[in-house]
């Protein structure tokens, strides 16, 4: 929403099934430098593996600072002021530009797009590209072994009274 173009890295077969926060890292890292960015936004986490690394990697491989779980972001000059979710409440931190911040769902409240300005994002430019358009190898890693499912839970008891739960704890040896 509101971006004048997209990028579109197309990554498919062998190489999407082994797609990891590394290797997204590294495809976010050369956009970055071939963008000549001074700013990239990413989510917190991922919904399918709940990593939480791609930001943090990302700015490794370009060696910037990063402000994470960002629910606040304020540009002032060169530096950035990020108010970012710990567990203890806010922290505020600032750091220099360039940077990668990850965002916080608190970050942005999405606007809906209008009618008019569907038809004008449907006429924007997305530029298709490859990973090895960037210099970017994809080969994983890890290799995945197996993938077990969890042990079958035995059903529950219910118990009337403290006394009784007790006993059950005793016969099963828990206490």
């Known amino acids: 929403m509101g971006?004048?173009?997209g990028i579109h890295v197309e990554v498919t077969g062998k190489d999407y099934e082994t797609l990891g926060p590394l290797q997204?890292?590294?495809?976010m890292?050369?956009?970055a430098k071939k963008e000549e960015a001074k700013l990239v936004i990413?989510?917190?986490q991922a919904i399918d593996d709940d990593c939480n690394q791609t930001g943090q990697m990302t700015a490794a491989l370009l060696d910037w600072p990063q402000g994470t779980?960002?629910?606040e972001v304020?540009?002032?000059?060169?530096?950035m002021k990020v108010v970012r979710e710990v567990d203890g409440g806010l922290e505020t931190i600032k750091i220099n530009m360039p940077a990668v911040v990850t965002a916080d769902l608190r970050l942005n409240t999405p606007r809906y797009a209008t009618l008019p300005n569907i038809m004008k994002a449907k006429k924007k430019k997305i530029a298709s590209m490859k990973p090895a358009d960037l210099g970017v190898d994809l080969t994983s890693r890890i290799e995945i072994l197996r993938v077990d499912d969890p042990p079958q839970r035995?059903?529950?008891?219910k118990v009337e009274t403290v006394e009784d739960l007790v006993?059950?704890?005793?016969e099963t040896g828990r206490i």
Do not use: C, P, Q, Y
């Open 74 to 79: 304020t540009i002032e000059g060169d530096k």
């Open 69 to 71: 779980f960002a629910s």
């Open 24 to 27: 997204v890292s590294k495809i």
């Open 29 to 31: 890292a050369a956009l």
């Open 42 to 44: 990413l989510g917190k």
């Open 154 to 157: 035995e059903a529950g008891v």
């Open 167 to 170: 006993t059950k704890l005793k």
């Open 3 to 5: 971006a004048d173009r």
